[in-house]
């Protein structure tokens, strides 16, 4: 079974930065495609950005000029820098890795950024 676990949230101050990482392992197949989501206590999980095997890259209106994503699909890593925080980006994140046409998720990384 693939595993897929996320590191490097903490507590930031507003304006701060941190910077996610995320690793799959148990498997020899390249990912499709990374993502890193969000969920704030009380509301859905929401897509924060994507990356493709490509290298193509997708971004929440919320995280445009803010954060950005990278990856090595061969090695199954993706980052997310995270730049500027703001109070409203408190939330758990997680990773999404497409292997095999599978979706697997981490158990996610709390991210809080005090004002």
């Known amino acids: 079974q693939v595993h897929v676990v996320e590191s490097g949230g903490g507590l930031v101050q507003a304006g701060g930065s941190l910077r996610l990482s995320c690793a799959a392992s148990?498997?020899?197949?390249?990912?499709?495609?990374m993502g890193w989501y969000r969920q704030a206590p009380g509301k859905q999980r929401e897509l924060v950005a994507t990356?493709?095997?490509?290298?193509?890259?997708n971004y929440a209106d919320s995280a445009k000029g803010r954060f950005t994503i990278s990856g090595d699909s061969a090695k199954n890593s993706v980052y997310l820098q995270m730049n500027g925080l703001k109070p409203e980006d408190t939330a758990d994140y997680y990773c999404?890795?497409?292997?095999?046409?599978?979706?697997?998720w981490g158990k996610g990384t709390l991210v809080t950024v005090s004002s």
């Open positions: 148990r498997t020899i197949f390249s990912s499709s495609a």
């Open positions: 999404k890795q497409v292997i095999g046409g599978v979706d697997y």
């Open positions: 990356v493709t095997g490509a290298g193509n890259t």
